[in-house]
């Protein structure tokens, strides 16, 4: 018979009492989809990793959207315009969270190909004449 440890016998019973609600778990944060992003920025202080998940929501917020912006000024047609003034970042990521939870279908594809069809679709820009 396997002798628990108090850690592991604590940690045990956390997670066979907790909530049966998802809750950002650490394979959440290898960052495979849209969806796992979404996670990641809809966590609350009461998960676990809830601190976390919003902490790497944020930076890879700002990471991703700060390469598209560099990749933007190179190109001639743009794909996202933003307005002035800029939105905060809260405001930005929960836009996100509310786009990616209203189109399903964006949910499955890379974080990175996420953020750049909200950017296009949340923040078009005027047409050319």
């Known amino acids: 018979m396997r002798k628990w440890s108090w850690p592991a016998a604590l940690l045990a019973a956390a997670v066979y009492c907790a909530p049966t609600q998802a809750a950002v778990?650490?394979?959440?944060?290898?960052?495979?989809t849209t969806?796992?992003?979404?996670?990641?920025?809809?966590?609350?202080?009461?998960?676990?990793?809830?601190?976390e998940a919003l902490n790497?929501?944020?930076?890879?917020g700002?990471?991703?959207?700060?390469?598209?912006?560099?990749?933007?000024?190179?190109r001639?047609?743009?794909?996202?315009?933003?307005?002035?003034p800029v939105p905060t970042r809260n405001e930005a990521l929960a836009s996100f969270v509310q786009w990616a939870k209203?189109?399903?279908?964006?949910?499955?594809?890379?974080?990175?190909?996420?953020?750049?069809a909200f950017l296009s679709k949340q923040y078009p820009c005027p047409k050319r004449k």
Request: proline fraction near 6%; glycine fraction near 8%.
């Open 25 to 32: 778990t650490e394979d959440t944060f290898l960052l495979r």
């Open 35 to 51: 969806a796992d992003l979404v996670e990641l920025c809809s966590a609350t202080s009461s998960d676990p990793m809830g601190t």
């Open 56 to 60: 790497f929501c944020h930076g890879f």
């Open 62 to 74: 700002v990471g991703a959207y700060r390469v598209l912006a560099e990749v933007e000024r190179a």
């Open 76 to 84: 001639d047609a743009h794909m996202f315009c933003v307005p002035a």
């Open 102 to 116: 209203a189109n399903p279908s964006q949910l499955g594809q890379s974080p990175e190909d996420g953020i750049a």
